[in-house]
Structures are given as structure tokens and as C-alpha cells.
């Protein structure tokens, strides 16, 4: 308690560290807690002995002091005392503003007991010398009385740390002998960690002793009333050959520790952990009854850490709780059915008749997963209200915990017939989760979601208005980042609370995500922030929810809602452009708004069509169906749409049937006819097999233009078949001719056959009979070809031009002359290589491996029924089954007309067909005279005035 130097001021955090470098805070934080803080004892003792001896004290001069003190005798002792000085560098100084005790030098103070003496050796060779964390002694040490010291109501010690003031002195020792008093409790601080000493309780009749390392930082706080009467000891090492006693420097690690959070707590670190928290792995592991004893539970290094981390944490605000970790990983076995088939350990009961201890190993983790449980704060031992939740891997310290370490537990399904099971692993830890206390509720809401959010805001007039705000402004920030499961029932809330609280901003920005709210809940809502704000104010909320309401049916239902709520009290300008702004930001798409948006439209004009639905949805995938959907609508119902005055007002019901049916054309050429490879599907390997993927639905192409063509004739309207055809034929997109007759325009073409006899119509009437004329032509010429020579694969096997394998493979694959087998001889790569290269060419090619000699040879093979079909017979056949699909004879030669001799000709191989300008799909439409945008025949009866073509629907297709 006594001390020649004062300790404080600009140099105590000389110590702080320089070596902490960069903004990673798992690597600061697992740095800082893996420093030197190995020590086992403590920094100071505290204990209080009712047994303690009476030393039988006297005082020269005075005589014997009673025990229990006295005030007479207190006041006798001050009377032979002196004021006790402290130093302050090389000056010992008296002030009592710092230090007010009286003290008695040692010469003058001795003892009657002959056992006191022994007591105190036996206190500070065992008790004292344990508890600090000394190395066990080969000489007893020594324990001398340096000063009795008299504290009085008022006296105190500011803080300071004692000197060495013996050879060998380590430690002070105090006993507080009985003595009435109150206050005078003793602050001890080291290394970041603080306690207090209150010797007071019960000191009438007992000794206390108080010891600390000289080191250690310490302040004596006013007594408040009566008198302590205590003896300062000198604790001195004596042992040779033995370090002199000393607490570790620790200095430096614990500051480690303060910079670390210090730095968090201030932002330094940009943390990229969901939920923003760290989950230090512990040493040893603790289960939930541990957990509910607090600190007290831990042992070892464990204990030793939070000893240190605690109070530093507590200070700049953070909390550390107590909690489990389990690590899942979950996987195959690397097991190819050579023995692993038990079910309880790995699998089903094992034909193996020994103990088996080790799993077949983890071939390839497919997914793993981090759950916290048992959430426990350190400080009282209290459960959180947490729960079960799962962080991500980057918020665990250290880094990759489990590499290289067994888990605590495996089930493995075993072995499959044909292939290896499902093998998982589990890994439990005890952890120390840390994070900032103002983080607590983001946490708890990233955790528990919108729907603890709003528990707590029903709790809100029993709770803090900033605790509040906190979780309102929280839950708005869920709302935003999508992660709320109900979005609509949270913004509810907010906006009663933001009634509540007068906020109309927050009232804005929660109401859009009502979208998928009813209806009346919405208007309920609207109906309290009119009476709260009025209407001014919520515009903008209103506004962004019906922007936010993706079905246009429910936002009408909104609009009108909102509108018998508002009532006179909204400008006529605002109300009505509710509705087209509804129409002007609607992207959904989706079929079954049609009805609404045919509704829309009646109040708000044809235009929207040309405006905003087009532009819109074209922007959407699959939008085509939308397109048919909304042209039927209008169709049915186009008596409810007045009759267009003149040809420069909006647009009549026909026109807005049209823009939607050449719109729906449009994807011809953005979606349907860009399809990828008809033939390959790609595959990957898993634990030695291969999977193949589920290859995307191939779109019925030709039942796509059947149908806009049936809806053309439902309509009354052909003119945008010419469009469509000029599509069909123009864009294939990857496909190859070939292939598309097979696929599209084949099938096609008998489907337009049963359209145009289902309304009458015959095949040689416009545009159908130009569209048949083309694909005869580009049959004949591109697929038929002559009957003297062979056709052209045109297969692209090599994966680029400088690959030599390739090269010469794709060479022996589209020479129909070749008909022998392709032998290639190289190692495994290079023939794993090929073998990827012809997968898309399955329906021609057929591969298999020879394993004699070495290398081993790949031996690709065409199938001849295949290879039948590029024959001159078996062209020919093809060829008089695709005209009879087009029509009899009389009809072929409607359609052909002075060409049909050619056509004849071409199919008996007497003579090839060709047309004057090329071969392309370009010249032969130009040739069959195909037009887009010329005016198209209409349906028989259809009153229609004489209108130009639409104008900007669609880019024209320039044929010329």
C-alpha cells in the first residue's frame, strides 16, 4: 500500500504494440489472443482469517495497543506518527492532497505474540506465494515488516505502484489488523484487468491480508468513517539460483487486445461477417450447464484469456457470450465398393469381420455449414435470446479451425452399387462469440428476422425510444435487403409505429413493401397516415408502392383503394396519372394480366400498348405468350372500346391487336430461334462417375408459329404472318438447315396445312403460298442437292484450327466417302479429348477404346443407318415425303407454278435445282417474292378499313 513512486500519466501506453499491420481483424484478433498471457497465478491476493493470531502489538512510547482499535488508542498512535511521504522521482514528497496516512517506522513497532510472526511466514510461504503464481521456492522467503500504518476518516493513497525498497522484494504484503472503519477499498489494476479489495466487512473482528506485486497499479480510496490500523510487509525472494519472482510482461498483449477492438469499435475494419460477430474457438469444450456458471466454468488457458479479454471488452463496449459450435460437412465417401458397407459407423452391417476405425475419407465436400447454439453471456451467465443460428465460415478465429483435424463424429451410408454414399461429419467447439454492443440488435435481427422486430415494436412504450428507433431502422434495412420472409406484415408495423412516432419518411419508405398485402390492409394503413400527415406528405409512399406491385390487376386494385380513401382531397392530375404510371412501369409480364391490362387501357387509351407495354415486357424472357395472351383479350373484347374517329387519333382496337402480335414475333429472333446445340448435353464428374446434367426443354418451334398463325386467323388480321415467315426463314440462330427442316419447318408445314383447312383457305393463297415456295426451293437445292455427288456434313468437330487432332478427326467425319473405321492411338488426355469433341455428334458417331498395346487406341465408327440417309436414295425418299407434306400435285403446282417442271426434275435426279441468283435462304425469298410490311390478304368477311402498316413495331427486314 505504501509506495516511493508515482505512476501515471503520458507514458503508461508506452508498451502498446507496433506489429499489428493490415485490416484483417480475424488475423489482428487471433494474434492479439495467442500473445503471452500463459500466466497461472494472479497479480494480487485478498483473504480475511478470523483465526488470525493477536500479534500483541506495541508501540515505544505507547505501549500495548488493544485489539480491537480503539479511538483512544488510535488517537495515542497518530500522536507518536509521522505523515507518510510518497516519491515522485528523486524527491519523497509530503502532500496530503495524494497521499494522507500516518505511518510508524519499524524500529519502534514489535510483538508480544511469538506465533504472529510464524503467522505471517506461514501466509506468505504458501497462501501468498501460490496464489501469485510463484515457482516453488528451494529457501523460504522473507517477510519484513516495513511500515504500521494508521489510516484515519479522510485518509487515502491516489493511484501509484510501490518501489523495491529491498534486495530480492517482489511483492507488498498488508494485514489489516482488526480495526473498526468503513470505505478504504484498495483498486488493483494490471495488464488491462481490474479488481477491488474491500477489506471492510467484518474488520472489527478479523485480520485481512492484502498482497500484489510491486508492479501492480493500486489506489487506497477515503475511508469514510473510523480508523484502519495495518502492517506493511516486504515479501523478498531468497531462494539462489532462481529468477526473482515478477508478473509476465503481458503489457504487450493485452494492449494487443485493446487495439484490436479499439480499431474494430471505431470502424477500422470493413467486416464482411453475416451476422457481424466473431466466434473464437476455445481450447476446451463445455456443455450448457457449464455455460450457465459463467467465467467459472472455463479452465486453463481458457479461463486465463477471458480473464484478460473481459474487462477490456466490457470497457469499450462489447459483450462475450459462451456458446457451441457445430462444423457440418457433408459429402460423398471416397469408396469405390472395396469393402466399406457398414451403416451405423459408414454404411449397412460390414461382411468384414474386423474392427474398422477409419472412414473412407471424404472424396469432395458438397456442403457445410457453421450452427451456434447454447448462447450464453459470460457476465452473469444469463441466456441470450439468440437461439440456434448459423454463421459463415469468415466469421470463426482462427482461420480454417478444422484443416487437418479428425471430427468428433462420421455417419457414412455406405457403399451404393454404383457408387460411393453420402458421408457427413460433425465437429463440435465451444466458442467465445464477440461483438460490439451496439451491433446487438442487427445481430438479433439478421437472426431472428422481421417478425422479432415486431415483437419488440408492439413492445415500444416499455421500451427506450433510441432502442426503438435502433430496431425500426434496423427492420427497414431488412426490408430492403430482401431478406425478410414477411415483408408485408413488417411494413405494416413501421408504418404504425412511424404513425405513431409522427415519421411520414419512414412511413414512405416502408409502405412500398405492402406490395403483397391485401388490399384493405393497405387502404386501413393509408387511411391513418392521411389522418396523420394528409395526403402531401405520403404521395411519394404511395407512388413507389404501386411501382413496387408486380401484378397490374392488384395494382389497379390498390389504385382504387387508395383513391375512395383519398377522395376529393387528391389533385385529378395526380389520381389519373396514378394509373398510367401503374401501366407505365409494369414489366411482369405475366398472362394472366391481360385481362387487367385490357382494363388499364380502357381508362387510360390504346397508346399504352405502343408506349409502354411493348417496350416493357419485350425486355422479359418468354414474353411472347404475354403478347398472345393480351391480343386475345383485346379481341374479345373489342366492343368495349369506342370506334377510332380518324386515322390520326390513338389507335384503334386492331392496331393494338397487331403492334401485340408483331411484338410476340419478335422473339423469334431475340429467344426461340437463338437455341443452343440440338445435339450433346454437357456432363460433370462426381467421385468417379459421371452424371449428366438435365438438359434445358428444347421450345416446340414450329408449334410457336402455328399458333400465332391460328391467332392471326382468329383476329382477322394475316398481315403479320408475312413478318413471322420472314423470321422463320431468316434467323435460325445455331441450327443448321438440315436440321432446321427436321426440327421446325417440316413439322410446320403440315400444321399449316390443318390451319388453313380448318378456315377455308387454301395453301397457294398469300402469304402461305410464297412461304411454301421458299422451303421447296431451299429443300431441293440445299438438302437434296444432285444426284451425283454426296451432300456436305459441314460438322464441326476440332475445338480450334490449330488443334492437329481435331483437324484431321473433323476431315474423316464430314467425308461421306469414308465409311471405315477412324483409329487414333495417343495417350489418355489427348483421347479424353477427342471423346469430348464428338459427344454433341452421338446421332452419327459411335466411339469405343481398344486397351492392346500402348498407348491404347480410340476407335470412332459412323452409323451406317445414319450415313443410309445422305444417299441419293435415301435423299429422294426424304425429298417426295417433304412435297407430299406440302401438298397434292395440283396444289405444288399452284404454288410453284412455272417451276413445278423443275421441281419434277430435281426429284427423278434428271436434273439439279438451282435458282438464278444463289442458294441462300436470303436469295430464294427474294426470288419467291416474300415481302414484310406489304399489304397481306384478310380474313374472308372481316370489315376492316385500308390502313398503312404499323409503324417502329418491328425493324423491317431489308430482303433486297
Known sequence: MDANTMQGGPNAQSNVPKKLHGKDLRTHLNTALAGNLEFKGSYYYSATDAAAPNPGLTIDG???????????????????????????????????????????????????????????ELVASKSIWTALGVAPWTSKPRCELYKLLLHQTGSHFLPHQDTYKADGMFATVVFVLPS???????????????????????SQFNTSILAWYTDVMHEVKPITSGYRLALSYNLIHTSPNTPQPSLPEMHTAVAAIRKV?????????????????????????????????????????????????????????????????????????????????????????????????????????????????????????????????????????????????????TEYEGYMGNGAGSLDYWYDRSVLIIYRNEDEIPIMLEIKGGAWAIRELDLSPNTPTEHVKAIASAALAELKSGRNQTPGASALALMNYAVSRADAELWNNALPFCASSPSASIGEAVGKALDAFGLAPIQAGIEGLIDRISRLNARVEVVDTIMLRVGDEADPEWSAGLLKNALASYNAGAVEDA?????????????????????????????????????????????????????????????????????????????????????????YFTYGILRPTNPPPIPTKFEWVAQLVDLCFLVGDLEPCSVLFCHVLQHRGSMNLP??????????????????????????????????????????????????????????????????????????????????????????????????????????????????????????????????????????????????????????????????????????????????????????????????GGQASTVAGAKRKHREPPKNVIDVIDLT
Open 261 to 409: 477492438l479499439t480499431s474494430w469499435n471505431n470502424g477500422d475494419y470493413e467486416l464482411e461477417q453475416n451476422p457481424p460477430l466473431i466466434a473464437y474457438l476455445l481450447s476446451h469444450e463445455y456443455n450448457i450447464m457449464d455455460f450457465n456458471k459463467g467465467v467459472q466454468s472455463l479452465k486453463g488457458s481458457d479461463a486465463h484469456k477471458v480473464a484478460h479479454l473481459l474487462p477490456i471488452a466490457q470497457e469499450l463496449g462489447f459483450s462475450i457470450c459462451l456458446a457451441n459450435l457445430t462444423y457440418t460437412q457433408h459429402g460423398y465417401g471416397n469408396d469405390n465398393g472395396g469393402g466399406y458397407y457398414k451403416r451405423n459407423k459408414w454404411g449397412y452391417d460390414s461382411y468384414e469381420d474386423d474392427d474398422e476405425d477409419d472412414d473412407p475419407g471424404m472424396a469432395e465436400v458438397e456442403e457445410e455449414s457453421y450452427e451456434i447454439s447454447n448462447s450464453v453471456r459470460i457476465a452473469g451467465g444469463r441466456g441470450l435470446a439468440f437461439g440456434d443460428f448459423t454463421v459463415e465460415e469468415g466469421c470463426l478465429v482462427p482461420e480454417n479451425p478444422f484443416q487437418k483435424v479428425s471430427p468428433d463424429r
Open 595 to 683: 385481362p387487367a391490362l385490357v382494363t388499364v387501357l380502357q381508362r387510360t387509351g390504346l397508346d399504352g400498348v405502343q408506349k409502354s407495354i411493348i417496350p416493357n415486357i419485350s425486355k422479359q424472357r418468354d414474353y411472347y405468350r404475354v403478347f398472345v395472351a393480351l391480343a386475345k383479350e383485346l379481341h374479345q373484347r373489342r366492343n368495349e372500346f369506342p370506334e377510332q374517329a380518324d386515322q390520326n387519333s390513338s389507335p384503334s382496337v386492331a392496331d393494338a391487336i397487331r403492334q401485340c402480335i408483331l411484338a410476340a414475333v419478335q422473339e423469334w429472333q431475340t429467344g426461340v430461334g437463338s437455341t443452343g446445340p440440338i445435339f450433346g448435353q454437357p456432363a
Open 180 to 202: 473498526l472503519f468503513e470505505g478504504g477499498e484498495v483498486h488493483v489494476s494490471h495488464a488491462g484487468q481490474n479488481a477491488i479489495i474491500d477489506a471492510s466487512k467484518h
Open 62 to 120: 505507547v505501549g500495548l495497543i488493544g485489539l480491537p482499535l480503539s479511538e483512544r488508542d488510535a488517537k495515542v498512535v497518530i500522536s507518536h506518527a509521522s505523515q507518510a511521504p510518497f516519491g515522485r522521482g528523486d524527491q519523497t514528497i509530503v502532500d496530503t492532497t495524494v497521499r494522507d496516512t500516518w505511518e510508524i517506522e519499524p524500529a519502534s513497532v514489535k510483538f508480544q505474540n511469538p506465533k504472529w510472526e510464524q503467522y505471517v
Open 739 to 932: 436440321t432446321m427442316f427436321t426440327t421446325v419447318y417440316t413439322p410446320l408445314v403440315t400444321r399449316l396445312k390443318a390451319i388453313l383447312k380448318d378456315h377455308g383457305r387454301q395453301a397457294t393463297e398469300e402469304p402461305f403460298g410464297s412461304f411454301m415456295k421458299t422451303l421447296i426451293f431451299l429443300y431441293l437445292s440445299d438438302i437434296l442437292g444432285s444426284s451425283k455427288a454426296l451432300p456436305k456434313l459441314n460438322r464441326v468437330v476440332k475445338c480450334s484450327a490449330t488443334c492437329k487432332d481435331c483437324v484431321l478427326l473433323e476431315r474423316w467425319v464430314n467425308d461421306l466417302n469414308s465409311s471405315r473405321e477412324y483409329n487414333f492411338k495417343a495417350g489418355q488426355d489427348r483421347r479424353s479429348h477427342l471423346e469430348r469433341c464428338l459427344r454433341p455428334h452421338s446421332d452419327l458417331l459411335m466411339t469405343r477404346t481398344t486397351y492392346s498395346g500402348n498407348p491404347h487406341t480410340l476407335v470412332v465408327s459412323k452409323r451406317l443407318e445414319v450415313l443410309e440417309q445422305y444417299t441419293w436414295k435415301g435423299r429422294q425418299n426424304d425429298a417426295v415425303t417433304f412435297l407430299e407434306a406440302c401438298g397434292t400435285d395440283e396444289e405444288l403446282a399452284g404454288i410453284v407454278k412455272d417451276r413445278y417442271g423443275d421441281v419434277l426434275k430435281a426429284v427423278q435426279g434428271t436434273q439439279s435445282f438451282s435458282t438464278s441468283v444463289g442458294t441462300s435462304s436470303g436469295s430464294v425469298v427474294q426470288q419467291t417474292g416474300m415481302a414484310v
